[in-house]
């Protein structure tokens, strides 16, 4: 009996462990919810899947503009600036969510800033496992991609600007036009 009950507890350890999205990390429901419009992405997109980008390390940099904006978009590359700014989530293997923390900046110290881009740091991770993955990629970059966000009144965030491949089925992800 106990060894049945040690299988469902690793069991329901793995599936819950598999399931990890934006809502994870992210106070805000807003945030958390875009970011997983961007995550949904890149299973879609035909750019990703027809240059088998889907089979390396991608994360999701989320990157506060100012205390009620902020841009999301994919990457495949080892960054170069802001290293020590980084927080890192892991989704699962190949997935991170990555958010460039900028609190020590002036628009950081804000309570908007605060509320808008509060995290639940029990979820961080150590950035060094997405490092070495990213060192072994030997995919070229993944094209430039922006998706853009203005916070509204706290509770509402709304898609500013979309300067990104496969521009369409992203939309299609944003306003539910497949349900």
Known sequence: MKI?????????????AQSKDAKDFFENH???RKVNNVLSFID??????LNDYDKSVIYTLVTPIHEKAYVVSLENQMP???????????????RFVVFLDRSDENFGETEMYKKNFELKTDE????????????????????ENVFAYAVFEGNF???????????????EIEYDLNK
């Open 30 to 32: 807003a945030v958390y």
């Open 80 to 94: 170069t600036k802001y290293i020590k700014q980084l927080k890192c989530f892991k989704i699962k293997d190949n």
């Open 157 to 171: 965030v709304y898609l500013e600007d979309l300067a990104t491949f496969d521009a369409l089925q992203y939309l």
């Open 44 to 49: 879609k997109s035909n750019t990703v899947l």
């Open 124 to 143: 961080l991770v150590s950035c060094d496992e997405l490092f070495k993955k990213l060192k072994k990629n030997k995919l070229p970059k993944i094209p």
């Open 4 to 16: 049945i009950t040690l299988l469902l507890i690793l069991i329901c350890a793995e599936i819950n």
